[in-house]
């Protein structure tokens, strides 16, 4: 697991690699579940790779309780494993759990993209116009870089737009949980990501609900279905 050297015991932050834990009202565990949750999904490590307490304690600077706490927060997140014995790891997702998160983020995307046509509104429109514009120009000038940053916008905008927090808050669990993988993936289709991307946003700009779900859900679907084909055949190469 990546490792810094440690600080002074007195001195209770993070390393500048990790971001920094401040005294603040805010708990400690959750601080330290905060960063902890950005390098998990940041791919600073892998399916498989154990969390122990005390090295985690070491390159935070704290004490091993607030550790155990954000480990327990990043557990019902579905981020970390937990196992009496052995500790906490990464878990390695299977090609079928992970086929069966995206057959249901697929649904709720079609939803919140149906929704977000539903509820369009003028500051919608401008919002969705600036966001076309921004992945359209990346694409035109091959910009690989900014079209990633396009593709990422796109959820973060996207989902309050269906103005259902619930809704929202569960599309966030589900990206969380299979962001690892597609990660790994997402700077090879950027191109594509993007072009179905805008097709989604045009049909809700058009306030096409039925068109503007399809599209998300078959998007979802097949990247969902590429990536699961990507993760078999890689667990059959390493047998």
């Not at 790779?49 to 155990?68: K, T, Y």
Request: hydrophobic residues 40%; charged residues 30%; proline residues 5%.
């Amino acid at each position: 697991m990546p490792s810094r050297p440690p600080k002074a015991p007195d001195e209770p932050v993070a390393t500048d690699e990790w971001g920094r834990v401040g005294r603040s009202r805010q708990s400690l565990n959750h601080v330290v579940a905060d960063e902890l949750r950005k390098a998990i999904l940041a791919g600073r490590f892998k399916p498989g790779d154990r969390l122990p307490e005390p090295q985690l304690a070491e390159i935070f600077g704290v004490s091993r309780n607030p550790i155990r706490e954000a480990l327990q927060v990043l557990s019902n997140e579905g981020l970390v494993e937990i196992s009496r014995g052995r500790g906490a790891r990464i878990p390695e997702v299977m090609p079928d759990e992970f086929l069966e998160m995206i057959e249901l983020r697929a649904d709720l995307e079609g939803l919140n993209a149906r929704n977000a046509a539903r509820h369009c509104t003028p500051e919608t429109r401008s919002l969705i116009e600036g966001l076309l514009a921004e992945g359209n120009a990346a694409l035109a000038s091959d910009d690989m870089a900014a079209l990633e940053r396009a593709n990422a916008r796109y959820h973060r905008e996207l989902w309050p737009l269906g103005r259902n927090r619930y809704l929202t808050e569960f599309l966030g669990s589900l990206r969380d949980r299979t962001f690892w993988l597609v990660s790994t993936k997402a700077k090879v289709r950027a191109d594509v990501s993007w072009r179905e991307h805008a097709r989604v946003l045009e049909a809700i700009l058009s306030g096409d609900e039925a068109l503007a779900g399809r599209l998300a859900t078959e998007h979802v679907s097949q990247v969902g279905q590429s990536l699961v084909n990507d993760l078999s055949f890689e667990r059959k190469t390493s047998d």
